[in-house]
């Protein structure tokens, strides 16, 4: 069950850092270094949702 509040976390964290990427994009331009930064940091969130369902997923087995 832990591991399930652990990846909802994750989600709203995603969610959120999805809408500052599109506002420092609108802002900065595609290609300011503010929007890279924001984008990589949205990619590990999204690789730590993915570790987090491929955990669950190997402990149910």
């Known amino acids: 069950m832990e591991r399930v509040k652990e990846g909802e976390k994750i989600l709203k964290e995603i ?4 809408r ?10 595609l290609h ?6 924001c ?11 993915y570790r987090c369902l491929h955990t669950n997923y190997e402990n149910s087995r």
């Not at 969610?15 to 999805?18: A, I, P």
């Not at 500052?20 to 331009?29: E, F, H, P």
């Open 32 to 37: 300011s270094s503010e929007t890279i930064r």
């Open 39 to 49: 984008s990589q940091e949205l990619d590990e969130l999204i690789n730590s949702f």
């Open 15 to 18: 969610s959120e850092h999805k």
């Open 20 to 29: 500052k990427l599109v506002r420092i994009a609108a802002d900065k331009g």
